[in-house]
């Protein structure tokens, strides 16, 4: 598969609809959603609570699939597409980073981190990939003597160790302090760089906004607008 040249489109999707239904009473948490992806760029997606900001992430990382609609990943048709399909579009091509960084207690840090290496195909070794997040010297420790940020940078080397082509990351700095979440911001926009990643931030909190290519903002299951940042800012000139 050839990589997909700068600007194009990786993911693409159309009509993206998502409805749950609780006995007779239906919930739509995605309303017909238009949205393409492309190789490489950081986008924030932004909306409040119960927006459907997670709904879509959940779709995009092949975690779960539209009621309606279409959805593909370079040859990957992912709304029409089996638990087994889905499965290896995750392994192959999708990192997750939640907001609690599920690390497992009793391992190191980079025993962690290898957890992932020994499922993917060409993955970074697990000392590189905690290099890469600022955590060289905390490779031997565990989650208990890390603080908050170091464990969440764990979690972000974990999921780029496999060298995922997309980097989906659900309030990555939401249970973090001001400080500690600009040093977490920083480390997923240098492995937006150095890896060339596409990478996407679901927030809450605007003043994220600043260092994205783009802005989807997003609200009642529907993007309300899309915006393009031509002077982005850097994670340490962020304010909230």
Known sequence: MTAP???QAVLVARGLT??????????HALRSVDLDLYSGEFIV???PSGSGKSTLLNILGGLD?????????????????DERELTRYRREHVGFVFQFYNLIPSLTAREN????????EQPMRP??????????QRMEHFPSQLSGGEQQRVAIARAVAKRP?????DEPTGALDYV???????????????LGTTTVVITHNAAIAGMADRVIRIADGRIVRIESNPHKLKPEELSW
């Open 5 to 7: 040249k700068p600007g």
């Open 18 to 27: 998502k409805v749950y239904r609780t006995g007779e009473v239906e919930v």
């Open 45 to 47: 997606l932004l909306g």
């Open 65 to 81: 699939v539209p009621t309606r609609g279409d959805i593909t990943y370079r040859d990957h048709d992912l709304a029409r597409a």
């Open 113 to 120: 981190v290898a957890l992932v290496t020994e499922i993917a």
């Open 127 to 136: 000392e590189e990939a905690l290099q890469l997040v600022g955590l060289g």
């Open 165 to 169: 082509d997309l980097l989906l990351c």
């Open 180 to 194: 500690t979440g600009k040093l977490v911001l920083d480390t997923l926009l240098r492995v937006n760089v150095e």
